[in-house]
């Protein structure tokens, strides 16, 4: 029996790699741990809430007691460490809550990770989920690889990068056995509206403005989340201790191509007249320190544990918009309330 904790498994990835592990693993004790932000979501997890080998631990990272008194009480064997605040836009107005909780947090549960394994590190893995943004922006060429030199522009980022640095710090300095991989854009079901593809799909079906930054060439590599998940569990079980894996999907595309794509689909499967949704797109002020472009070489992850994503974008995109069309109480009860006040101050002119 193995007892596997995954932090920030209420949110987006972490829904998708806690359903993942329950299901394909019987015989692993999955427990949880979410503080149930507005990011956290149970409803994301319905399906599997009753399995036998799940729990979910209500707590939050930044409490440094209730860390260490749930190691001591599940003894998990190991982490994978989702738990974070992630949006960069939030980051700009509050840096401070990225600071606790993704370089706070993460320390807390490397001290609590450290003092129930010192006696015997082997067997035992603290894996971190961290971002490609790590790495900064890269100019109309080149891809990120593992050796890439770190250098965040984000508040977000910064803090990711801290996080990251600390955990490869405590397997230096006190031999705790880490991984980190780096993934590039996630997409797909249960992702929270604040985010640019769940964004623009939910302000299309209420025929609303789609704000793009700036002059909308900014690129990202975009990743079906269930193929980030599916390279999560490969790491986990197959990634050599101390190294860094990159991921991603192979799958560059500059914002407003992507975003006239999605328009595209939706038009069709909202049956409404074709480039009625590209009417909605609007130029807005810029993010600022708004990376130009991220692109990830995924060929360590590919050659060393054979990963590759397994749906073209098309795809992808075409499953994600279904599932946001199949949900629309999902949608309804995440943009009520504290959501619409996000809205306000974050797209005021
Ligand atoms: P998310 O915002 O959807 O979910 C984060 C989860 O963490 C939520 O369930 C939230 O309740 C929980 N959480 C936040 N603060 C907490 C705290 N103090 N204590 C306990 N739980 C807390 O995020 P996501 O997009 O699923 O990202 C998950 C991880 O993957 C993050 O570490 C992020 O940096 C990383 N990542 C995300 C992407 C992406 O494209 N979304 C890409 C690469 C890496
Ligand atoms: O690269 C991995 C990262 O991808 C993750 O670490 C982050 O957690 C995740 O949020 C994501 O960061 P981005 O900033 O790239 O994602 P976001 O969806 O916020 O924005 C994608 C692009 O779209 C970016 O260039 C900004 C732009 N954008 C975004 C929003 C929300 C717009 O033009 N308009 C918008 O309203």
Redesign the pocket.
Known sequence: MKNILITGGAGFIGSHVVRLFVNKYPDYLIYNLDALTYAGNLENLNDIENAPNYTFLKADINDANSIQDLFQKYRFDSVIHLA?E????RSITDPLSFLKTNIFGTVNLLNAAKDLWKENFSSHLFYHI????VYGTLGETGLFTEKTGYDPN?P??AS?ASSDHFVRAYGETYGLPYIISN????YGPNQFP????P??INNIIEKKP?????D?N????WLYVIDHATAIDLTFHKGKIKETFNIGGFNEWK?IDL?KLLCGLMDEKLNRPKGSSEQLITF?KD?PG??LR?AIDASKINTQLGWKPSLTFEEGLSKTIDWYLNNTSWLKNVTSGAYQEYYKN??KK
């Open positions: 974070a992630s949006h960069v836009d961290s971002t490609d943004e984000s977000y980022s990711k993934c590039s854009n996630n604040e985010k640019l593809i964004l623009f789609l704000p793009v930054y700036g909308g900014y690129t990202r590599d914002n975003v807005v993010r708004h990376d991220y974050q797209y």
